[in-house]
Structure formats: structure tokens, C-alpha cells
């Protein structure tokens, strides 16, 4: 494959006569190479050969498609709209979604093993029948006094609105898990859903 | 004409307002636009891919203009974004015939669309991630270790990926070269 181009008799490697064309070799090794290259025919046929395929590659000029793509920006931009997701992302969103509902129905239900501990924004309609969902809190945070045998634990309506507006981002990952489940100092069971969310620039 | 933009930490020396930073943000397109297009047409050999991806590149750009425009090196950002969104396109193979309509003419115009078509082949023979390596260095003199932050490579590494893919594409492009003569 080295055709025209006669073998280094001193085996040069093609790292190094690389890094010397790309002004990366470190200033010990520079004056050695230079001096080489300088009484040997095939590294400079070599590196000559390098320089036109530079040469080549930069006169490979790109079309002129700026006012093509400046208006595709201004559009996409005025109508303050994303391009079309591909489906792989939105498959991607959508399982995680999935994920983080059921991690959270199963915090919640791990939590409601122990009735009449624990806050409650939500009722589940199917234990109260045609009944209207009653408020409870926090026993230990005061009256009302719980009520029912199946209360739920819901996440505040802060975190809940972040993590919709996460999960609603295509260039954001969600990940969840459970840390740490034992029961607190009153006898609570206490769990953490573990929730990393990460941002893709790129 | 463009939309409000994503918030603007301004300098002592610039009002912020929508309209500067639109202002700025076109500024920043006409500055770049040409390097991430050239960018993206070596790598994809395509105008129309390189022109989409270069959209969203700096649709990118924009949703992160506050941060972006204050970097000190903007560019990397811009070919970072460039780099990932053109290697995840040609991760899906397909056959780019050469459009000579976008073939500038010349003195030799024959000669020249051939020498084109061969750089494009020889382009699109090497793997992604070499071509994206040899062109960020060749065409648009990156640094090794400024590479190395495009694709997510050690110095070290792209020292030996570059060497490689330099040697392929000589061997590559002198091969077809032949054939043609």
C-alpha cells in the first residue's frame, strides 16, 4: 500500500513523522525528527504527499448554502419550535416516563403499608368509590386526622411540574431508583426515589 | 424576526435586550456558519444533510446563546455540537451520489469536479470518526488536545487517529487515483 513511497531506513514511525507535520510533537523529540527528516528522502516525499492531500481536503469547499440555512434558523426560531424529534428519542423519553410513574406508584404504595401516616394530596377514586377525596395530613404536623385506609404519598406539586417539564425535554434523560428503604425513628417507612437528570448539549 | 431570545447575562458594556441579542446571534451566525457548513459537508459529502445539521446546529447555539457567545472559544462549541450531530447521521449507511450542482466551476471545470469526486470517495471511505479527526485537523488546524474535547478523545489518542486516518486517506485517495487515470 505504500506505493512511490520508499520504506524509512530508519523506520520512522508514522506517528511521530505525523506529529511533526501537525506541529504536536513534545520539544524533546522535535529536533531529532527534524533532523531526520531533513536527510531522508522518504519521509519527505512522505510529508510532501501530506501536504497536498491538506491541500486537497481544503479546496473541497462546501457549496454556498448560508442564506439557505440563516433562513431555516429564522424560522425555526420565530416559530419557536424544535425540529421534529427522531423516534428513537421520543421512544427513549417515553420509557423513561413510564419508569419514573411506576417508581413513584411504588413508593407510594410502599408507604402506604403503614395507614394513617402519611400526607396526602391525591385519593386514589377507587377506595373512595363516589365519595369526595378527603384532605389528610401529616399526623404529626397537626389536624385534620387521617381518614381512610389507603393514603397516598404524592410528591409536592413543585418537584412534580419539574419533572414534567424534564420528561416533556427530548435532550433530557431521566433515571430513577429507590435508596435507602427503612423505616424512620417512628416506625415510618421511609424511602428515597433516587432521580438523576441529565442534559444532552450535543 | 427572531423570537425572544433565551436569557442574556449582559456585559457592562451591552444593553440586553431582545433585540441586541438577536442582533449578536446573527452576528455569530455570519462569523461561523461557513466553518461548520464546510464542517459538515466534508463529513457528510451531502449539502442538504450538511445544511440540516448546520440548522440545528445553530438552532443549538441559540438556546444556549447566553452561554455560548461568552466562551472563549465558541468554535469548539459549534464543532462539538457539529461533530456528534454529523457522526450520529452517518451512522446510518447510505449512498450520497455527488451532486455537481453544487460543483463551483473553475478553469478546468472537467478536472476539477473528478478531483472533487475523488476527495468526497475518499472522504466517505474512511470511518466517521477518522474523517471528523482529519478534517477538524487538516481543514480547520485544531490542536490535538482541542480535538480531543470535539469527540471526546485523549490527546494521545487522537495523535495515533490522525496518524492513521492521514495514512488511510493517502492510500485510499492515491488508489482511486490510479483506477481513474
Redesign the interface.
Known amino acids: 500500500m505504500s506505493q512511490g513511497v520508499t520504506r524509512c531506513p530508519d523506520a520512522m514511525p508514522i506517528e511521530t513523522l505525523t506529529a511533526w507535520y501537525d506541529h504536536e510533537l513534545v520539544p524533546d523529540e522535535a529536533p531529532r525528527v527534524r533532523d531526520h527528516v531533513r536527510t531522508c528522502p522518504a519521509c519527505q516525499r512522505r510529508l510532501d504527499e501530506y501536504g497536498i492531500n491538506t491541500d486537497r481536503l481544503r479546496d473541497f469547499n462546501a457549496p454556498d448554502l448560508h442564506a439557505r440555512i440563516w433562513r431555516g434558523v429564522q424560522q425555526e426560531i420565530a416559530h419557536g419550535r424544535r425540529r421534529s424529534v427522531p423516534r428513537s428519542v421520543i421512544g427513549g423519553v417515553g420509557a423513561a416516563a413510564v419508569l419514573v410513574a411506576l417508581m413513584v406508584l411504588l413508593f407510594t404504595q410502599l408507604l402506604a403499608q403503614r395507614p394513617g401516616t402519611a400526607t396526602s394530596t391525591l385519593q386514589p377514586t377507587a377506595t373512595h368509590g363516589s365519595q369526595p377525596p378527603t384532605a389528610t395530613t401529616h399526623p404529626t404536623h397537626g389536624s385534620p386526622t387521617p381518614t381512610g385506609t389507603s393514603p397516598w404519598h404524592t410528591v409536592g406539586p413543585a418537584f412534580a411540574q419539574s419533572l414534567a417539564l424534564a420528561a416533556s425535554d427530548p435532550q433530557t434523560l431521566i433515571s430513577c431508583g429507590f435508596v435507602n428503604t427503612k423505616p424512620d425513628q417512628l416506625g415510618n417507612p421511609v424511602g428515597a426515589l433516587a432521580l438523576g437528570i441529565s442534559h444532552d448539549f450535543g | 424576526?427572531?423570537?425572544k431570545a433565551p436569557p442574556h447575562k449582559p456585559h457592562a458594556h451591552d444593553t440586553a435586550s431582545p433585540t441586541s441579542d438577536a442582533a449578536r446571534f446573527e452576528q455569530f451566525?455570519q462569523r461561523y456558519?461557513?466553518q461548520i457548513?464546510?464542517f459538515?459537508?466534508?463529513m457528510l459529502g451531502d449539502?442538504d444533510a450538511?445544511?440540516?445539521l448546520?440548522?440545528?446546529t445553530?438552532?443549538?447555539a441559540?438556546q444556549?446563546f447566553a452561554t455560548v457567545a461568552d466562551y472563549p472559544k465558541p468554535a469548539s462549541w459549534l464543532f462539538?455540537?457539529a461533530?456528534?450531530?454529523a457522526l450520529n447521521h452517518v451512522r446510518r449507511p447510505q449512498a450520497v451520489p455527488f451532486n455537481e450542482e453544487?460543483a463551483?466551476a473553475g478553469s478546468d471545470p472537467g478536472n476539477r469536479v473528478v478531483?472533487?469526486e475523488l476527495?468526497?470517495q475518499t472522504?466517505m471511505e474512511l470511518a466517521p470518526k477518522s474523517r471528523a479527526l482529519?478534517?477538524l485537523?487538516?481543514?480547520y488546524a485544531f490542536?490535538?488536545a482541542d480535538i480531543g474535547q470535539c469527540v471526546q478523545m485523549t490527546p494521545a489518542a487522537v495523535?495515533?487517529a490522525?496518524?492513521r486516518a492521514?495514512?488511510q486517506?493517502?492510500?485510499i485517495?492515491?488508489a482511486k487515483d490510479?483506477e481513474h487515470r
Open positions: 424576526m427572531l423570537g451566525f456558519e461557513p457548513t464546510g459538515l459537508w466534508r449539502a450538511a445544511c440540516d448546520c440548522q440545528e445553530f438552532i443549538r441559540w444556549h462539538r455540537v461533530s456528534n450531530l453544487f463551483p478531483a472533487r476527495v468526497r472522504l482529519l478534517v485537523r487538516d481543514v490542536g490535538y495523535k495515533m490522525i496518524s492521514r495514512e486517506f493517502r492510500q485517495y492515491r490510479g
